[in-house]
């Protein structure tokens, strides 16, 4: 017996090793291991589920085109933003109240107008204006319910204290409003309707409309200078997509099937298993 024993794990440490030695092979030349340390380091690319089918992401692209789905639909982890009586999903909302907090500290005094909206709010809110100015321009300055960033828990609607300029234009001109513009990204908020994008967008100049996508992609869509979130998200989606394999890489996976035939045969290994039990 006890030669037995001592005999078999020796048997199977042997085909062991045998069996780690190409297994190690194969693996090594597919990920060095410092390329992977600096790439755990990045943002994690986001997929194209996420960008397209996740209403519950941060990068959800949310506008006319692309309603929401139910359209009454509501975020699960909704919170009030300190202080502003409004609420928005956690992460948001904890990102808007650093970036009041820095505001305060830039001797800024800035006021959360509206966060998240529930549909029905945004009925009646599309509706009022619809009575006040005929469709065609309340759409231009409103979404109709189910196709509003506010629904998502996401976007927060910001003016000055004193309330000069609250959602207008000249908004952009103020102290405020600069400060807003230049500082937003550094908290994970984007200006989602610039002066300049209408005809993408489908909105008028907001400049105090902001959207949170996370610090990560604020700051990534500042330095890509894509302009609208509409050609941010598009680039996003683009780079997401599964790309078919190239040469190179068809003719590597075979060679490394190829190393697979000359392991051992299985057979041989379970034989000795048997016998030891
Ligand atoms: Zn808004």
Redesign the pocket.
């Known amino acids: 017996m006890s030669l037995f024993r001592a005999g078999i794990p020796a048997l199977l440490l042997g085909a062991s090793l045998v069996l780690a030695a190409p297994i190690a092979a194969q693996a090594a030349p597919a990920a060095p291991a410092a390329a992977r340390v600096h790439v755990e380091k990045q943002p994690k690319p986001p997929t194209t589920e996420e960008l397209t089918k996740d209403q519950g992401s941060y990068l959800a692209l949310v506008s006319r085109d692309h309603p929401l789905d139910p359209v009454n639909y509501k975020p699960k982890d909704l919170r009030g933003v300190a202080g502003s009586g409004h609420e928005l999903r956690k992460d948001a909302a904890t990102a808007l109240e650093s970036l009041l907090k820095g505001a305060r500290k830039d001797s800024q005094s800035l006021a959360v107008l509206?966060a998240y909206r529930s549909y029905d709010r945004q009925l009646s809110l599309f509706n009022g204006y619809k009575a006040r100015y005929g469709i065609e321009y309340a759409t231009r300055l409103s979404a109709p319910a189910g196709t509003?960033?506010?629904q998502i828990g996401l976007?927060?609607?910001i003016g000055l204290s004193s309330g000069h300029c609250n959602l207008k234009a000249c908004f952009g001109d103020t102290a405020g409003g600069k400060w807003l513009a230049a500082n937003a990204a550094d908290f994970g908020f984007i200006v989602?309707y610039p002066a300049d994008g209408e005809k993408v967008t489908g909105y008028k100049y907001?400049p105090?409309?902001l959207r949170y996508i996370g610090v990560d992609q604020a700051k990534a869509m500042a330095k890509s200078k894509a302009g609208t979130f509409e050609a941010f998200h598009a680039a996003l989606v683009k780079a997401s997509k599964v790309k078919p394999l190239t040469a190179a890489e068809i003719k590597k996976q075979r060679e490394s099937l190829l190393v697979l035939r000359f392991l051992p045969p299985y057979r041989d290994w379970s034989i000795g298993y048997d016998f030891a039990r």
Do not use: F, K
């Open positions: 509206s509003s960033e506010h976007a927060a609607d989602r907001e105090w409309h």
